[in-house]
Antibody
Framework: QVTLRESGPALVKPTQTLTLTCTFS??????????VSWIRQPPGKALEWLAV???????YFSTSLKTRLTISKDTSSNQVVLKMTNMDPMDTATYYC????????????WGQGLQVTVSS | QSVLTQPPSTSEIPGQRVVISCSGS????????VSWYQQVPGTAPKLLIY???QWPSGVPGRFSGSKSGTSASLAISGLQSDDEADYYC???????????FGGGTKLTVL
């Protein structure tokens, strides 16, 4: 059974760095074709891909956010960490992590999401 | 502005069929697989269709996907009240070197 769970702060101040952790089970991020992605959704708006990390540790970032994002994995702990610098109130959103299958690039399992508010 | 274009909303009565379109370009839909997601407000998205037309286990056959050129479609037949949700298409974009979502379509079952 595949599960993913996001953790991190619910509230961050403008200019701070957001650190989110995705803890997963039921698959290995060292297995061929496995990836984990971060996706966000501002209130009332569409889904937006942020970053993807794959089984070979290759990383892909949103073009508009790539200068602010880092993504890393700890295969032994089954965790993926996303860092986003210089947070702004416009970054207020629900942040999801999801498992991506590279053969087809689809998110077949999602975490429940973490609501993050950026406010002073 | 999303890379993939979906109609913002659509509506239909129960029992009928509705089709949601997703328009892209040669660098995304035209050269990669498309997936579709259903999101009931307040919950995480759920995979409905992958590799253009395949169903994950547990998704009823009332949902079907297709792709032609740089466009894709999601059809829902025998509409039910609990189909009322937001629907998103997604694919990889070779120019952006990353995945992209459509802007989402809100389906109202009248």
């Amino acid at each position: 059974q595949v599960t993913l769970r996001e953790s991190g702060p619910a509230l961050v101040k403008p200019t701070q760095t957001l650190t989110l952790t995705c803890t997963f089970s039921g698959f290995s991020l060292s297995s061929n074709g496995m990836c984990v992605s971060w996706i966000r959704q501002p209130p009332g708006k569409a889904l937006e891909w942020l970053a993807v990390i794959d089984w070979e540790n290759d990383k892909y970032f949103s073009t508009s956010l790539k200068t602010r994002l880092t993504i890393s994995k700890d295969t032994s702990s089954n965790q993926v960490v996303l860092k986003m610098t210089n947070m702004d109130p416009m970054d207020t959103a629900t942040y999801y992590c999801a498992r991506i299958t590279w053969n087809g690039i689809y998110a077949d399992h999602w975490g429940q999401g973490l609501q993050v508010t950026v406010s002073s | 502005q999303s890379v993939l274009t979906q109609p913002p909303s659509t509506s239909e009565i129960p029992g009928q069929r509705v089709v949601i379109s997703c328009s892209g370009s040669t660098s995304n839909i035209g050269s990669n697989f498309v997936s579709w997601y259903q999101q009931v407000p307040g919950t995480a998205p759920k995979l409905l269709i992958y590799k253009n037309r395949q169903w994950p286990s547990g998704v009823p056959g009332r949902f079907s996907g297709s792709k032609s050129g740089t466009s894709a479609s999601l059809a829902i037949s025998g509409l039910q009240s609990d189909d009322e949700a937001d629907y998103y298409c997604a694919t990889w974009d070779d120019s952006l070197n990353g995945p992209v979502f459509g802007g989402g379509t809100k389906l109202t079952v009248l």
